[in-house]
């Protein structure tokens, strides 16, 4: 099965930038989503199809996609960005979708 | 706005069948182009692709879970419900009900999570 692969913790100051990986096999052949998940909620969807961003969702949120990895980019971050990050694509030879084993960012 | 909302039963003793509901406003079960399935989050760990219903009726799920797992759809309703037989305490876990929408990117075909219930904990104990 398709093997989705995140570090499990990174750490930034505020006001810097915060960069989550995703590594998957020729993930760039893929669409890649990321959703993030604050302590006791549900998942949110923040980014879609690599790069793009739901209604709501700050421009100073980004991801690209390229090569055997996705990256999830926050810009200028915030107290409020702390959460867990998941990536998630769509493994098309079995019609299962995927998940990463999730990021923990964690605000100084 | 689409909204989910799971119910059912939060403790299920094992070997037993664990069957949860997700009723659907503001879209329909019928609805082209989505799946409506469900993920799930043991306490302290990330998440786990459970399965979908397509609005065909077509299904699919998580080899993991080893053939104990079936989705339904009930258009009277607006809803689908899950149900996992013989559960351990291993499938002690927050279950989310989700809305999946089928998208195109890049020449790729794929879909992602956009509405999500609020959870429900279902617990697996004697």
């Known amino acids: 099965s398709y093997v989705l692969t995140q570090p499990p913790s990174v750490s930034v100051a505020p006001g810097q930038t915060a960069t989550i990986t995703c590594e998957g096999d020729d993930i760039g052949r893929k669409t890649v989503h990321w959703y993030q998940q604050e302590a006791g909620q549900a998942p949110v969807l923040v980014i879609y199809?690599?790069?793009k961003r739901p209604s709501g969702i700050p421009e100073r949120v980004s991801g690209s996609n390229s090569g055997n990895t996705a990256t999830l980019t926050i810009n200028r971050v915030e107290a409020g960005d702390e959460a867990d990050y998941y990536c998630q694509v769509w493994d098309s030879s079995r019609d299962h979708r995927v998940f990463g084993g999730g990021t923990k960012l964690t605000v100084l | 706005q689409v909204q989910l909302q799971e119910s059912g039963p939060g403790l299920v003793k094992p070997s037993e069948t664990l069957s949860l509901t997700c009723t659907i406003s503001g879209d329909s079960v019928t609805s082209s182009g989505v799946y409506w399935g469900w993920v799930r989050q043991p306490p302290g760990k990330g998440l786990e692709w459970i399965g979908y219903i397509f609005y065909t009726g077509s299904t699919s799920y998580n080899p993991s879970l080893k053939g104990r797992v079936s989705i339904s759809s009930d258009t009277s309703k607006n809803s689908f419900s899950l149900h996992l037989t013989s559960v351990t305490a291993a499938d002690s876990a927050v279950y989310y009900c989700t809305r999946s929408t089928l998208s195109m990117a890049r020449g790729l075909i794929g879909d992602y999570f956009d509405f999500w219930g609020q959870g429900s904990l279902v617990t697996v104990s004697s």
């Open positions: 199809n690599d790069d």
